[in-house]
């Protein structure tokens, strides 16, 4: 596996190897590391002109993941919407 890095952009020569029935291509650990990818993370494929683009998906965030962000200073305060009753349906 050769690579050539030039202001963040990583350019690599490897080989597609057997895998079972399937052929794969290995993603080096440092390249893993960068794009925030382990065993079980989804990837889309993009093939287009003879090229092939494998992209991360991205992860949608859990509500819990969601709330932890939440803190006193990005809070809004509360919001008055009128008076309750005589509600249009």
């Known amino acids: 596996m050769e690579s050539d890095q030039q202001k963040g952009v990583i350019r690599m020569t490897t080989t597609v190897q ?3 029935n399937s052929l794969a291509v290995r993603i080096p650990s440092h390249v893993a590391e960068k794009l925030d990818l382990e065993q079980g993370s989804q990837m889309e494929w993009h093939v287009e002109n003879q090229a092939l683009k494998l ?5 949608k965030p859990t509500l819990e993941e969601l ?3 939440v803190t006193p200073e990005n809070r809004h305060a509360e919001i008055d919407f009128g008076a309750e009753g ?3 349906i």
Do not use: T
């Open 86 to 88: 005589n509600e249009l």
């Open 18 to 20: 057997k895998w079972g």
């Open 55 to 59: 992209v991360p998906k991205k992860k």
């Open 67 to 69: 709330l932890s962000k």
